[in-house]
T-cell receptor, first 115, second 112 residues
Framework: AQSVTQLDSQVPVFEEAPVELRCNYSSSVSVYLFWYVQYPNQGLQLLLK??????LVKGINGFEAEFNKSQTSFHLRKPSVHISDTAEYFCAVSESGGSNYKLTFGKGTLLTVNP | ETGVTQSPTHLIKTRGQQVTLRCSSQSGHNTVSWYQQALGQGPQFIFQYYREEENGRGNFPPRFSGLQFPNYSSELNVNALELDDSALYLCASSDRRVETQYFGPGTRLLVL
């Protein structure tokens, strides 16, 4: 079984500042890793994913994440945030080679970008 | 390319009633997964359907059931509704050969 811990429930930042949203996972098998974003009253939108290969993954809207196997982490970063980045961010994991790729999510991090 | 759609967008039911939620998968996708997202929580996996058969189930009671149709659309049925069933229900579609799931906008269910 997998589990995901998002270390910060809320992260307030000022516009144009850098941000890092932290995610740690636990799994006894190899995993795929994902970050999704949820804007108010909407579904989930895929930001980026790590399947294999380069540990630095680039996604949409200028976000990137780095997979660190030894630390079982997959932190999300953006060098300069905008007001429009205000949303809930979810880290998720699925078992690679599994039969159904079901996603296990963290509890989410609310990113609030202030002017 | 049409994305994942869900209906209805909102629903209010009373305790003990039954509800059916619907999902149309993204074009070309043959697998549908359902998730429950309680307020302030991350989504939790309910079950997945592939080629009209259940292909994995999370820790939800049997009163949560589903169907997948030949066109790969899907229904989530919940019987004997409880107050704790109030949540956002998310449908995600994927191609079973591919690891990425794409989500619909969700159905918000309120049980009174």
């Amino acid at each position: 079984a997998q589990s995901v811990t998002q270390l910060d429930s809320q992260v307030p930042v000022f516009e144009e500042a850098p941000v890092e949203l932290r995610c740690n996972y636990s799994s006894s098998v190899s995993v795929y890793l994902f970050w999704y974003v949820q804007y108010p009253n909407q579904g989930l939108q895929l930001l980026l994913k790590y399947l294999s290969g380069s540990t630095l993954v680039k996604g949409i809207n200028g976000f990137e994440a780095e997979f660190n196997k030894s630390q079982t982490s997959f932190h999300l970063r953006k060098p300069s945030v905008h007001i429009s980045d205000t949303a809930e961010y979810f880290c998720a994991v699925s078992e690679s080679g599994g039969s159904n790729y079901k996603l296990t999510f963290g509890k989410g991090t609310l990113l609030t970008v202030n002017p | 390319e049409t994305g994942v759609t869900q209906s209805p967008t909102h629903l209010i039911k009373t305790r003990g009633q039954q509800v059916t939620l619907r999902c149309s998968s993204q074009s070309g996708h043959n697998t549908v997964s359902w998730y429950q997202q309680a307020l302030g929580q991350g989504p939790q996996f309910i079950f997945q359907y592939y080629r009209e058969e259940e292909n994995g189930r999370g820790n939800f009671p049997p009163r949560f059931s589903g169907l997948q149709f030949p066109n790969y659309s899907s229904e989530l049925n919940v019987n004997a509704l409880e107050l704790d069933d109030s949540a956002l229900y998310l449908c995600a579609s994927s191609d079973r050969r591919v690891e990425t799931q794409y989500f619909g906008p969700g159905t918000r269910l309120l049980v009174l």
